[in-house]
C-alpha cells in the first residue's frame, strides 16, 4: 500500500464528518460554501506533494488487521461486547443524534431557554446519517465498522513513523501505558488492586490520570479514535498547511486533545519559518490554512454554547504526588528517552507537559488531564517505538525499555480482561431470563460509575440514561447547554 493512499484515505476520514455536520448544523447560506470549500480542499490536498506516492511501501497484514477487529470489538463499540461507564453518556447521545431532527433541541419555547445538544459530535455523524435511514442497529454495526477503519489508518500511520510492520506498531499501540500497575501496588488506598486482573488500573492516583490508548478507546472512542488520526497527519505531514488543517479537525472532533497539540504545530511553525521564511510564504496553500480557520471559527461558536465548557482555573496539589504521578505514568520513559532525544524540542515539550498539566482544569470535571494529554502521549509513544524498534540500540537500552513496557502493559491488559469477562459471562453463562431488560425511557439521573467490573451487572450495554432529554445532573451540563442567547444559535444554526 503505497502512502499515497493512507494519507488520501486518511483525509476522507476526517472531512467527511464535517461536511455532515455542515449539513446538519449550519444554515443553508452557510453550509453551501462551507462544503464547497471543503471539497475543494480534498482535491487539493490529493494532488499535492504531501500525498504523492512514497518510496516506503505499507504493509497492512491480515494478522494486524484481524487485532484491530479483536481490540475494537472489546471496546464495547457498536455493543457487542461489555461497555464501561462512560458508554452510558455515548449511547445517548448517539441515539438522541438518530432520533432527533438535527441540530438536537430538546426544548424550543418562544421565551426562555432553548437546551440543545452541544457536544463533539462529529465522530457519529457517518453512523448517525445511516441511522436515521436504516434504523438503530444498522447505526451501531456502521459505528463499529467506522471505528475498526479508524484505528486501522492510526495503526498505518504509526508503522510509517516508526518503520516496523503493522503488526507490531498494532500490539505496541494496544499495550502502551504508563506503569499505572506500580501506582495501584504501593500508592492506591482501596482501588484498585492487582487481584482480580480486571480492575480499572488507571485511577491509582484518584483524580488523575493519562489514560491509556485502549483505556481511550474502551471508554472516549468519540474524542480518542480521530485524535489519534490528527495527531499522526502532524506528526507524518511535511506540509505546515497540512498540519494547521489537521489540528483544526482535532478541534473539531476532540477540543482538549487539540490544546495539547497545539503547542506542537507552534513548533513545527518555529521550524518552518526558522529555516527559510521566502520559501515558506511561497509554498504554503493559504486556501487549506483558510480551511483550517473555518473548521476552528465554526467549531469553537458551536462549543461554546455550552457555558460548562468555559470553567477554567489551577488546581491545588501536593507537588509530591505529581512528581510520583509524572515518574509513573511516562516520566520514567520519557528520561530514557533522553540520551537520544534531548536536542529534540519536542522531547522537552512531552515531559514539560505531562508534568504541568494536572495542574490545569478546564469545564467541570478532570478531563482535561485525560484528553489533553493525548498529544503528548501520543509523541511519547512513537518516541519510544522508534528507539525500541531500532537495531543500532545497546541490548541493555532496549532491556530498559522492554521492562517499562511491559509493567505499563497491565494496563490496557486489564482493560481487556474485564472487557472479555463480562462479555463471556453474558453470552454463556447467564440465560435470556437472567440477562437485564434493556430501558426504554429517558433517566432523569445517573449515579456516578463504582468499580467498572461491577457497572450494570446482568447487561453489557451501558445504557442507563437511554436519552439526555430528561436529564437533570450535573454531569448532563457537559452535554446540554441553553443556547439562545448564543452567537451560533443566532446566527449559523438552522432553526
Known amino acids: 500500500m503505497q502512502t499515497y493512499w493512507l494519507f488520501r484515505l486518511t483525509y476522507l476520514y476526517l472531512l467527511i464528518p464535517f461536511i455532515l455536520f455542515s449539513l446538519g448544523w449550519l444554515r443553508l447560506i452557510f453550509a453551501i460554501p462551507v462544503i464547497a470549500l471543503i471539497v475543494w480542499i480534498f482535491f487539493q490536498l490529493d494532488h499535492s506533494t504531501e500525498s504523492k506516492p512514497s518510496s516506503f511501501i505499507l504493509h497492512p497484514s491480515r494478522a494486524a488487521f484481524i487485532l484491530v477487529f479483536l481490540w475494537v470489538f472489546l471496546s464495547g463499540v457498536g455493543g457487542y461486547a461489555f461497555q464501561n461507564w462512560d458508554h452510558n453518556?455515548?449511547?445517548a447521545v448517539f441515539r438522541d443524534l438518530i432520533s432527533y431532527p438535527l441540530p438536537v433541541i430538546y426544548s424550543s419555547p418562544e421565551k426562555g431557554p432553548v437546551t440543545m445538544l452541544v457536544y463533539y459530535v462529529?465522530?457519529?455523524?457517518?453512523?448517525?446519517?445511516?441511522?436515521?435511514?436504516l434504523g438503530w442497529k444498522i447505526a451501531n454495526l456502521i459505528l463499529f465498522a467506522w471505528t475498526w477503519l479508524g484505528v486501522f489508518l492510526t495503526v498505518l500511520h504509526i508503522s510509517l513513523k516508526i518503520k516496523t510492520s503493522a503488526f507490531k506498531s498494532a500490539l505496541f499501540f494496544v499495550f502502551f501505558s504508563g506503569m499505572d500497575a506500580l501506582g495501584g501496588l504501593f500508592y492506591a488506598k482501596d482501588y484498585p488492586a492487582l487481584f482480580p486482573p480486571i480492575q480499572?488500573?488507571?485511577i491509582w492516583?484518584?483524580?488523575l490520570q493519562y489514560s491509556s490508548f485502549t483505556t481511550q478507546l474502551f471508554w472516549v472512542f468519540n474524542q480518542s479514535v480521530p485524535a489519534w488520526l490528527c495527531i499522526a497527519l502532524v506528526l507524518n505531514s511535511k506540509r505546515l498547511d497540512i498540519k494547521i488543517l489537521s489540528g483544526a479537525l482535532c478541534f473539531f472532533f476532540a477540543p482538549l486533545a487539540a490544546v495539547g497539540l497545539f503547542p506542537y504545530l507552534l513548533i513545527d511553525g518555529i521550524d518552518e519559518l526558522r529555516l527559510?521564511?521566502?520559501t515558506f510564504l511561497k509554498n504554503i496553500r493559504y486556501d487549506v490554512v483558510c480551511a483550517g480557520v473555518v473548521i476552528v471559527a465554526i467549531s469553537y461558536l458551536y462549543f461554546s454554547s455550552n457555558t460548562a465548557a468555559q470553567e477554567r482555573g489551577f488546581q491545588s496539589l501536593v507537588f509530591k504526588d505529581v512528581f510520583i504521578f509524572f515518574l509513573l505514568e511516562g516520566g520514567i520513559l520519557w528520561l530514557l528517552l533522553a540520551p537520544q532525544r534531548?536536542?529534540?524540542p519536542r522531547w522537552a515539550l512531552t515531559g514539560i507537559l505531562l508534568f504541568l498539566m494536572p495542574f490545569i482544569q478546564l469545564g467541570n470535571g478532570q478531563d482535561f488531564v485525560m484528553r489533553a494529554s493525548i498529544a503528548p502521549l501520543f509523541y511519547l509513544m512513537l518516541m519510544s517505538g522508534e528507539a525500541l524498534f531500532?537495531?543500532?540500540?545497546?541490548?541493555?537500552?532496549?532491556?530498559?525499555l522492554l521492562i517499562v513496557f511491559f509493567i505499563g502493559a497491565l494496563t490496557p491488559l486489564y482493560e481487556i480482561n474485564r472487557s472479555a469477562y463480562r462479555t463471556f459471562q453474558y453470552y454463556f453463562l447467564l440465560d435470556a431470563s437472567q440477562r437485564a431488560a434493556p430501558r426504554t425511557e429517558p433517566?432523569?439521573?445517573i449515579e456516578k460509575g463504582g468499580a467498572p467490573e461491577n457497572e450494570h451487572p446482568k447487561a453489557i450495554l451501558a445504557d442507563d440514561v437511554y436519552s439526555l432529554a430528561k436529564l437533570k445532573d450535573k454531569l448532563a451540563k457537559n452535554f446540554i447547554a441553553n443556547v439562545r442567547q448564543s452567537l451560533y444559535y443566532r446566527y449559523l444554526s438552522p432553526r
Open 205 to 207: 492516583s484518584g483524580i
Open 200 to 202: 480499572h488500573l488507571e
Open 390 to 400: 531500532q537495531k543500532s540500540q545497546t541490548r541493555f537500552y532496549q532491556a530498559a
Open 342 to 344: 534531548w536536542r529534540d
Open 276 to 278: 527559510n521564511l521566502k
Open 89 to 91: 453518556w455515548r449511547n
Open 122 to 133: 462529529g465522530y457519529w455523524l457517518p453512523a448517525v446519517f445511516a441511522g436515521k435511514i
Open 443 to 445: 433517566a432523569t439521573s
